[in-house]
C-alpha cells in the first residue's frame, strides 16, 4: 500500500450527537491534501482521531501505515503536528525549542545539533538561535513551527491553520515550505480558512455537518460545481443550515 | 465638524516595541471604514486607545468629537467595542451574556432589541445554552449583539471574524452592511484582504505604520508596475522559472495563479506577458497562459510591504 492515510467509515459520537459521520478516504504519499469544511463541521474531531487522541466510535483508518486504535505510540513517531495557537515555547529561545522536540521525538545529541544548524540556515535565523521565541515576528514563529513539527522526518505532518492571522507575503511564504517538504516526500494534510489556499493542495476534501461533501482536485470541485473559485464551491456546499451549525 | 474618528500622529509602543508609529487618519460620520494587516500590525493597540482602555505616548485620538484620554467616561458609554477573540463570559448562557452587557449600560435587553434583533434572533433558539458551547460563528452574533444592546453611536469590531468560516465571513459582512445602512458608524479590523472589498475606505496597516488609505477600488490603480497572471500546469516548477526572468520583481502564489510583477514601469504589459509566455516555453513549460490583470487588495499589500522596511526581528 501506497496510501499515507487511508480512513474507512470513521466515525465518531458524543452521546446522539454525530460529530463525524462514516468519511472514507485517503491520502497519497507526498500529497499536499486540504481538510476544509465550516466551523463546527467535525474537521478538528477527525484529525484527533488521526494523530491518536480521540478513539473513533466506528470505522478503521491507518495512518502511515499504522492502526488509529491499535499503534498509536507508532504514529505519533512518524507524524508531526502544527497548529497556529500552539505549538513552540515562546520562553525558550529558538535552539531550545529545537532540542525540545527533537529530545521528545527521540533524536540522538548528534542527530539534533546537525539538524537545528541546517535548520537555522535554511529558515535564515542562525544569527536568532539564542533569542527567545517570544521575540520573534509571527511570520518566523510560525515557519520555524513548521521546521520544528518537521525535526523528526515524519512521513505526514498535520497542519492545523498554520497561517492564521499571518501577513500575505509570510503566508506565501509558509506555502513554499509546504511545496519543498512534499516535493521531498513528506505528505501533508492541512486545514485553513483561507480559500486561496484550498487551490494550492492537490486535492481537497469539504467536510458538511460531519460529512465530506466534496473530495477531489480544485479543478474537479470547480468543473462539477460551476464555480470560478474553490470559495464558490465551498459557500455553495457549507452554507450553513439554519440554526445550529451557524 | 463631522468626524466620527480623528487620529492625529499616534504612536504607542511597549517596551523596544513600536505598536503603532506615528499614525494618522480619519473616519466619517456613517462610514464603514476598514483596518486591513496581519497579526502584529498595531490594529488592537489602536482599538484599545480608541476605546480609551490605553494611553497613546504622542499624539491625539478622539471618537465622536471626545478625547480618548480626557473624556473617556463620555466616550465609553457611546462606544460598542467588539474585542478580539469575542470576550464574552464563558459560564453565562446566551442570553445572560446579553443581559449582563445590557445591565453595565444601565440599560435593558428590551430596549436594544429593535437594533440587535437580524442578529440576535439567529441564536435566540439557543439563549439558555452557556456561551463557551457555541460555535464560532454563533460566538461571534452573540458578540456583536452585546456590543450593539445599548444602542451605541459607532461600532468597534477587531478581527471578528477571525478563525470564522468562509460562509459564517460572508454573513457577518452582510450583517454590518444593513447596520451601515441604518446610520451607524463602523470601524473594523481583519487580516483577511478579501473583505477589505465591503468597506467604503481601507486602511492598510503593518508594522505599526499605515501603508495606504483608499476606497478599496482605487487601491490597485496605484500599483505602477505591470502585473500578469499566469496560469499553468506546474505551479511551483514555474514559480521558479519566472522568478529567474531578468525582469521580474516579485512572483508569488495566487490562488490557481501565480502572480508576476515587472520590474519596467513603462513596459506594455501585453508585450510582457507576451515575453513571459515566450520565456516559460523555452523552458520546457507547456500550456502556460498569461495575461495582464489590475491588481487587487493583496497585490497591493504585498508590493506596498515590499518596499516598507522590514520589521526586525526584535521589532515583533
New interface residues.
Given amino acids: 500500500m501506497n496510501f499515507a492515510i487511508d480512513a474507512r467509515d470513521l466515525t465518531r459520537r458524543f452521546g446522539s450527537f454525530i460529530a463525524v459521520d462514516s468519511i472514507t478516504f485517503d491520502v497519497g504519499a507526498g500529497e499536499v491534501f486540504g481538510f476544509l469544511?465550516?466551523?463546527?463541521?467535525g474537521k478538528t474531531t477527525a484529525i484527533k482521531m488521526l494523530v491518536g487522541l480521540l478513539a473513533p466510535s466506528e470505522g478503521v483508518a491507518h495512518v502511515a501505515g499504522f492502526d488509529i486504535r491499535t499503534q498509536r505510540d507508532q504514529i505519533r513517531r512518524n507524524i508531526g503536528y502544527m497548529s497556529q495557537r500552539f505549538s513552540l515555547y515562546a520562553d525558550l529561545t529558538v535552539r531550545e525549542n529545537i532540542r525540545l522536540y527533537g529530545g521528545i521525538y527521540g533524536l540522538t545529541p548528534a542527530q539534533i545539533a546537525e539538524r537545528a544548524a541546517t535548520m537555522l540556515d535554511t529558515l535564515g535565523l542562525s544569527a536568532?538561535a539564542d533569542?527567545l521565541v517570544?521575540?520573534?515576528?509571527?511570520?518566523?514563529k510560525q515557519k520555524l513551527a513548521f521546521s520544528v513539527a518537521l525535526v523528526h522526518q515524519p512521513k505526514i505532518v498535520f497542519l492545523d491553520?498554520p497561517t492564521?492571522?499571518?501577513?500575505?507575503?509570510?503566508r506565501?511564504q509558509f506555502?513554499?515550505l509546504i511545496?519543498a517538504a512534499a516535493?521531498r516526500g513528506t505528505t501533508v494534510f492541512v486545514t485553513t480558512?483561507?480559500?486561496?489556499e484550498a487551490?494550492?493542495c492537490d486535492r481537497i476534501s469539504i467536510m458538511v455537518d460531519g460529512r465530506i461533501a466534496a473530495l477531489g482536485t480544485?479543478?474537479e470541485l470547480k468543473e462539477k460545481y460551476g464555480a470560478d473559485?474553490?470559495?464558490d464551491v465551498?459557500?455553495r456546499l457549507?452554507?450553513?443550515p439554519k440554526?445550529e451549525?451557524? | 465638524m463631522s468626524n466620527a474618528v480623528d487620529v492625529r500622529s499616534l504612536s504607542k509602543s511597549f517596551g523596544s516595541v513600536k505598536a503603532l508609529d506615528d499614525i494618522s487618519f480619519d473616519v466619517a460620520e456613517g462610514e464603514l471604514f476598514g483596518l486591513v494587516?496581519?497579526?502584529?500590525?498595531g490594529k488592537t493597540t489602536l482599538f484599545r486607545i480608541l476605546t480609551t482602555l490605553l494611553i497613546p505616548d504622542t499624539g491625539s485620538a478622539s471618537v465622536l468629537g471626545l478625547d480618548v484620554v480626557k473624556d473617556l467616561w463620555a466616550i465609553r458609554s457611546r462606544v460598542g467595542y467588539m474585542p478580539g477573540g469575542f470576550a464574552l463570559y464563558p459560564d453565562l448562557s446566551v442570553a445572560e451574556n446579553l443581559e449582563f452587557f445590557a445591565a453595565v449600560f444601565g440599560t435593558t435587553v428590551e430596549k436594544g432589541y429593535e437594533l440587535i434583533a437580524p442578529i440576535y434572533k439567529?441564536?435566540e433558539?439557543?439563549r439558555d445554552r452557556r456561551a463557551d458551547a457555541l460555535?464560532?460563528?454563533?460566538k461571534q452574533?452573540l458578540a456583536l449583539s452585546c456590543a450593539l444592546v445599548h444602542r451605541p453611536d459607532i461600532l468597534l469590531l477587531d478581527e471578528p471574524t477571525?478563525?470564522?468560516?468562509?460562509?459564517?465571513?460572508?454573513?457577518f459582512w452582510d450583517q454590518l452592511g444593513i447596520l451601515k445602512a441604518s446610520g451607524l458608524t463602523i470601524v473594523v479590523s481583519t487580516?483577511?484582504?478579501d473583505e477589505a472589498l465591503r468597506c467604503d475606505r481601507v486602511a492598510l496597516i503593518?508594522g505599526g505604520k499605515i501603508l495606504e488609505i483608499d476606497p478599496p477600488r482605487s487601491i490597485g490603480t496605484r500599483y505602477g508596475l505591470p502585473l500578469i497572471a499566469v496560469r499553468g500546469g506546474d505551479?511551483?516548477g514555474l514559480?521558479h522559472t519566472l522568478r529567474e526572468f531578468p525582469h521580474a520583481h516579485a512572483v508569488?502564489?495566487?490562488?490557481?495563479e501565480l502572480h508576476y510583477t515587472d520590474k519596467r514601469a513603462d513596459a506594455l504589459p501585453e508585450a510582457v506577458a507576451r515575453e513571459l509566455g515566450e520565456y516559460v516555453a523555452a523552458r520546457g513549460h507547456k500550456d502556460v497562459e498569461a495575461h495582464p490583470i489590475v491588481a487587487g487588495i493583496?497585490d497591493s499589500?504585498?508590493e506596498l510591504?515590499?518596499s516598507a522596511p522590514a520589521?526586525t526581528?526584535?521589532?515583533?
Avoid: C
Avoid at chain 1, 37 to 41: C, E, P, R, V
Avoid at chain 1, 134 to 140: F, M, V
Avoid at chain 1, 164 to 170: A, F, L, M, S, Y
Fill in positions: 469544511g465550516a466551523n463546527g463541521a536568532n533569542d517570544a521575540r520573534l515576528p509571527l511570520g518566523w491553520e492564521g492571522g499571518v501577513d500575505p507575503i509570510t506565501r506555502w513554499e511545496y516535493s480558512h483561507y480559500m486561496d487551490e494550492y480544485p479543478t473559485s474553490v470559495d465551498f459557500v457549507a452554507r450553513a440554526g451549525a451557524a | 494587516g496581519p497579526d502584529g500590525a439567529q441564536i433558539p439557543f460555535s464560532g460563528g454563533m452574533k477571525t478563525g470564522v468560516d468562509a460562509v459564517s465571513r460572508r454573513e487580516p483577511y484582504m503593518h505551479r511551483f514559480l508569488y502564489l495566487f490562488g490557481d493583496e499589500f504585498m510591504m515590499g520589521p526581528a526584535t521589532a515583533a
